[in-house]
């Protein structure tokens, strides 16, 4: 069975922080690009972070850039999201997806509705007062 299961996400205020894990069942994810999308109520879905199988490169949208960081353990077949300093306009739901070499590429593009093999159903994050 191949899934993707996100978690971590939770209400949080303004300035805080939150961990989000995607784990994988069914295949290794190392061999794979990870990707993190977001999408808030009524508004498209955007590329937030990406991490690349071939050499282990980072992409972060600017809107992100120095509050998130990506990582993986493959030990666990894990990748995760931290997330610092955060804002009322990430909330969201985050989803993580995966892809070939091509994926960190696609989402530095602008693009989200290609290049993904397999998307996990999503994790909630709230950022209010």
């Known amino acids: 069975q191949v899934q993707l299961v996100e978690s971590g996400g939770g209400l949080v205020q303004p300035g805080g922080s939150l961990r989000l894990s995607c784990a994988a069942s069914?295949?290794?994810?190392?061999?794979?690009?990870i990707g993190w999308f977001r999408q808030a109520p009524g508004k498209e879905r955007e590329g937030v972070s990406c991490?690349?199988?071939?050499?282990?490169?980072?992409y972060y949208a600017d809107s992100v850039k120095g509050r998130f960081t990506i990582s993986r353990d493959n030990a666990k077949n894990t990748v995760y999201l931290q997330m610092n300093s955060l804002k009322p306009e990430d909330t969201a739901v985050y989803y993580c997806?995966?892809?070939?070499?091509?994926?960190?590429?696609?989402?530095?593009?602008?693009?989200?509705?290609?290049?993904?093999?397999?998307w996990g159903k999503g994790t909630l994050v709230t950022v209010s007062s």
């Open positions: 991490i690349s199988s071939s050499d282990g490169s980072t």
């Open positions: 997806a995966t892809g070939g070499e091509v994926l960190c590429r696609v989402i530095r593009l602008g693009l989200t509705k290609v290049g993904m093999d397999y």
């Open positions: 069914g295949f290794t994810l190392a061999y794979y690009s």
